[in-house]
């Protein structure tokens, strides 16, 4: 499912317009971003939390040459499905 078939989706099940769907939509993921992208956790209970996790500066190798190179730390976002969302996938 792409982002206009997720669209489509919300509008049907929130009987709204497409448009107003892909508005809500779009503001909702950019308060998410921006909230991660400042430090935030943002969790939504029974999908999941997103958050930003340190990761460590780590040596690696040029898939090209195979010579060495170090990789720098850097801050990644992170999701963690929540129970109800785990539940919902394993068919439980």
């Known amino acids: 499912m792409n982002k206009g078939e997720l669209i489509d989706a919300i509008a049907e ?3 709204v317009t497409k448009k107003q769907a892909d508005a809500v939509f ?3 993921l950019e308060a ?4 991660v992208s400042g430090g935030d956790k943002v969790t939504l ?3 999941g939390s997103f958050e930003s ?3 460590k500066e780590r040596e690696g190798r040029n898939p090209k040459t195979g010579d060495k190179m170090d990789i720098p730390a850097t801050t990644v976002p992170a999701f963690s499905a929540g129970k109800q969302f785990k539940d919902a996938v394993g068919g439980r």
Do not use: P, Q
């Not at 998410?32 to 909230?35: F, L, N, Q």
């Open 13 to 15: 099940k929130a009987s």
């Open 26 to 28: 779009t503001a909702g």
């Open 32 to 35: 998410i971003m921006e909230a």
């Open 45 to 47: 209970v029974g999908f």
């Open 53 to 55: 996790r340190e990761r």
